[in-house]
Structure formats: C-alpha cells, structure tokens
C-alpha cells in the first residue's frame, strides 16, 4: 500500500479525530543476529525521566506573561479555519541507486538533528501530510542500543553495523551503521550559554513565546554556579536582558522568562550579532560556550535568507561557540532557514512541539544537546563491487559531500555530542552471478579494488574521521575504520535494526520516495510494534499511534 506526493492538506472536520493514542509501555524484545562492531564496553543503566514527570506549568512562569496557557504535553491545537499556511522548506532531491562499478564510495556528513520528527508528528496529529520529511533525522531521533566506548576509549565513539534482507525490498540487502558517542562529556569547566530569543510579533501565539518561556525554565533548572547565562530577546530591535547570570541563579532566570512579551518584526540577524559578542565576552576556556536560538524562524527585517544568515554564521564558526537551534510553532515555520543556522554554526536544531519534547532535548538530552565529543565527524563507506552491484544512502541528501572532502579537513561537517548516535541506512543490491567488471574509479587507494575486483567477501568498509572538539587547525583529524563482512549477515536482526528500518520506511513513504518498492504503513506498524524493546520514554510506542494517525491522514 503506497501513497501519492505530498500536495494537499485535509479539512479541519476530517482532522479533528486525528489527535494519538495514549502511551503504552512493553516488556523487552530480545535481540538476536550477527553484526560487525568495534568498542563494545556498554554503560549502565540510567534511571530514565518521563515525559510525564513534574514540570514548570505556566502558572509557575506567571499567568500574565503565558496568556493563561498551560503546558502542552499533547498535540497542539489544530488551526482555526482560514490560518494560511507560508511554512517553508527546502526538500533536497533524492538520490538515486549508485553503481558500484563507477562510484564505489559514499561520503556525507553526520547528522544529528531531529526536527524533522517531531515536526512530522506535529503535522500528522493535526490531519497534515507532511512537508520537510529528512528521513535521516526520524531515524536518529530514536535511541538504539549501540555499546558506547569506554571513558578511557582511544577514540570518543564506537561503530557497528548490520546487514539483512530489505523488508520493503526482498531481492536487495539492508545495512544499517551505527556511530555511537562517548556520554562522558569533555569539559568540567562550565557552560557559558546566551539565550537568544525571538519575542517578534510572530511569536504571539501559546505554542510559540509561552511554550519556549516553560521550555527554558526546564533547561534552567539543569544550570549551577558553574554555568552562566546571557539573555538576549530580539524583535525590531534586539535586548541585552541578562549578562553572565550564575546559572544557579534560577529564579532570577525564570523571573526573565516570565517578562517575555511578543510584539513587532523579526531582525534575527542583529539578534545573533549581538549573542554571539556576549558569548565571546563571557567565554570560557575549555568550556562549553553556546548560543541556544529559540524561534519560528520568520525573520523579516535585515538579512533573513539562509544564504545570508549561514555567511554570518559561517564568520563566527571559527571562534569556538557552538549554536543550538529550537524552532517553534506552526503555520508560519521557516525550517529551511533554521537547519540552514544549524549546519552551518557547528550546531544541532530540533523542534519543540510540546513541553515534553523540550523535556527530552533540554533535559534528558542535555549532554548530548550542549556538548561535543566530535567534532567535523564524516562518514565514508566503501562498497565492494564483488558484493555490491549498486547502493543507495537513504536519507542524508542534503548531507552529501564530495568523495575528496571526506580527506579535507577545512571542510565542515556535522558535530556529534555526548551520547548522541548518528545512524544511517544503506539498500543495497548484490551482485549478479558472473565475471566482475573494472569500477574504473581514479579515487585512488580503494581497498577493494585495483584493477580487478579482488576476491573479499566484505559487503563494505566504513570511515570514519573526525576532530576533538578543539582540533582546529589542519591535519588534526582522525580515521578510524570497520570492516563490515560476510558475517554481518543476519536472517534475525536486532530490535534495533527492525525498529529503525520501520522508521526509514515511513520515511520513504511520507517523501513518496521513488523507491519505496512495497512500503506500506501496515508493515511499518507490524515491524516497529514487535520491536518496542524496554521503550524506558515511551517514544517506540509513541511512533506506532503516529503510524496510526498517518494511516488516516494519508
């Protein structure tokens, strides 16, 4: 069962039934198969905070200042009837199947954002097709249970990979690689964070100003006298509310929150000039120093296309603060804009579309969401043409780098944080019974050929390289590699592997990909359902009701 492109919306009337099931937890799914792996020392267990748990209400902010909202641990509110819709978002073409022949190599940059997720969500639960799906952020936006390196592990990651059977394909193969950062975070020297607000006009809304309001105080609450904090609001103009404020200060924070009022135009570009000084004023050496940027992205006033926003980013970039993006709100969104800031300031951008999701960034994510163990991390994998007869990356297609720029260490690439997993999904096709043929390929230095396919039974070899999170200068990059053989074959894989496989294909699905083949949503549901595992936040579970509510949306 397929579906058609994403080009219309649904009534209200045939939305208002659309809002997911209440949560359910269930019991372990036990893991079996092969797989190949590199560093296998696994952390304990960490006593898990549920969505669900005590959180700041609106009244705890001051009911002036939140409209009388109140915290929005469910869907948000469908819209009323005439809303226009100027959400924007750049869908990066798919890429096409490769032949391994001509083009053995695959190099992209690691990507850790989740917006995408939870932007779908949002929009599935109102009775929206979906826009902006990046399959690779529904993917990560999941934890796998990947073994993390041990503290004193020679490289702040470890790898693994899997190969089985393509469930929405059974003629191709399926790989699914696992990059897994160290939790220790790097530095005990603070964090140095500005807080840059968006408090324009557009912002005037209970899902927007109010719900980042509750959302801050939730990441207040993590600060102590070893952090400081900025604040900075922006609208026509922008403020300096808060300099070098004690992190343990938090009713000092909150009392700031609870001022924040929405009125006139959005001149972000001013706004981030202006944060990124006081973070420079306040730096801390071998610190964490970040901007946090809360907004909907609508910027009207000064620079505001994303190709002027990442120059600017991109002259800051070098000076060591990091950028967090959160965007908010609905039905004016600019994603493209706010992903745009992300990548190109060395940082991370998630959507927060309830106070639960900002739990989960802000709290239960707070190391990975504030610091980095890896920084410039690029992927490169090798297929092997006696395996592989051509290959596919889903997802990632505005990730794509030059095969020579995985080499390059001027170039830019994805920061991964403490305890974050980058994983991505290769469908591959295997090679026809037969003599091999010549890839012909001038990249040089190829493992599995020369000038003649060689004989290894691999189906590729992975590459990692990447920074320390002060590693600057040229030449300070690391490569570390994994095999991935015969014996990564499995006919059971992993809890994990079903589970991310059912992600991707609903991604496939919700982009109409080209090569969806027999993708359908009852597989989607079946396969996620039978790999739920412990699910400690619900959020496996959660993804099966959204399965259910896209069923009806589609």
Same mark, same amino acid.
């Given at each position: ?23 359910? %937890? ?34 705890? =902010? ?23 819709? !100027? ?9 096409? &199947? ?58 702040? @990651? ?34 140095? *964070? ?21 959302? @801050? ?5 993590? =600060? ?84 002027? %926003?990442?120059?600017? *980013? ?78 596919? %990356? ?42 091999? !043929? ?55 894989? !992993?809890?994990?592997?079903? @589970? ?7 991604? %496939? ?33 959660? &993804? ?11």
């Amino acid at each position: 069962m397929t579906f058609a492109p994403r080009t219309t919306r649904m009534s209200l009337s045939a939305a208002a039934g659309l809002l997911a099931a209440a949560l359910a %937890l269930t019991g372990c799914t036990a893991d079996a198969g092969g797989g190949a792996e590199l560093a296998v020392d696994v952390p304990g267990p960490v006593a898990p905070v549920l969505p669900g748990d005590e959180a700041p209400s609106s009244e705890s =902010l001051g009911d002036d200042a939140m409209g009388g909202a109140t915290s929005r641990d469910v869907a948000p509110p469908l819209p009323e009837p005439g809303t226009p819709d !100027t959400e924007e978002y750049d869908d990066s073409p798919e890429t096409p &199947f490769q032949d391994v022949a001509t083009s053995p190599l695959s190099t992209f940059s690691a990507d850790v954002d989740t917006a995408s997720y939870s932007n779908l969500r949002r929009q599935v639960n109102q009775g929206v097709a979906p826009e902006g799906v990046r399959i690779e952020e529904l993917v990560n936006y999941f934890d796998y249970d990947y073994p993390a390196p041990a503290p004193d592990a020679e490289h702040p @990651f470890s790898m693994r990979a899997q190969v089985a059977t393509a469930p929405w394909n059974p003629e191709h193969q399926l790989a699914m690689v696992g990059v897994q950062a160290t939790e220790a975070i790097p530095t005990s020297k603070g964090n140095n *964070i500005v807080f840059l607000l968006d408090v324009s006009g557009s912002m005037d809304e209970p899902n927007k100003l109010p719900l980042l309001a509750e959302s @801050f105080a939730l990441l207040v609450e993590q =600060l102590d006298e070893d952090d400081r904090v900025s604040m900075v609001t922006y609208a026509g103009d922008n403020q300096v509310v808060a300099d070098s404020v004690p992190g343990s200060e938090h009713g000092v924070l909150v009392d700031h929150l609870r001022s924040l009022r929405a009125g006139g135009s959005t001149g972000g570009a001013d706004g981030l000039r202006t944060a990124y000084e006081l973070a420079e004023e306040n730096f801390v050496d071998g610190g964490n120093n970040r901007v946090i940027l809360a907004t909907d992205g609508d910027f009207n006033v000064g620079p505001s296309t994303p190709e002027e %926003l990442t120059d600017l *980013i991109e002259a800051e970039r070098e000076s060591g603060i990091y950028v967090s993006v959160l965007g908010f709100g609905m039905y004016n969104l600019k994603d493209s804009t706010m992903e745009a800031i992300a990548d190109h300031g060395n940082g991370n951008y998630a959507y927060i579309d309830t106070l639960a999701e900002a739990r989960k960034v802000l709290v239960d994510e707070f190391d990975s969401t504030m610091f980095v163990v890896a920084k410039d991390l690029k992927l490169q994998v090798e297929l092997n043409p006696a395996t592989v007869s051509s290959y596919r %990356l889903i997802g990632y297609d505005n990730r794509r780098l030059e095969d020579e720029e995985f080499d390059d260490d001027t170039k830019d690439a994805g920061d991964v944080g403490a305890g974050h997993a980058v994983t991505a999904f290769y469908e591959l096709v295997p090679v026809d019974a037969g003599p091999g !043929t010549d890839p012909g390929s001038d990249v040089g230095d190829l493992k599995y050929t020369e000038r003649e396919i060689g004989t290894s039974d691999d189906f590729m070899t992975v590459h990692v390289r990447y920074k320390a999170p002060d590693g600057d200068e040229p030449g300070t990059s690391t490569e570390v590699e994994l095999p991935v053989g015969a014996d990564a074959f499995t006919s059971a894989p !992993t809890a994990d592997f079903l @589970f991310a496989s059912a992600v991707a294909e609903l991604g %496939l699905i919700a982009t109409a990909s080209e090569f969806r083949a027999d993708a359908s949503l009852e597989a989607v549901r079946e396969r996620a359902s039978s790999a739920l595992g412990a699910d400690p936040y619900g959020l496996r579970a959660e &993804f099966v009701d959204l399965v259910d509510a896209y069923r009806r949306v589609a």
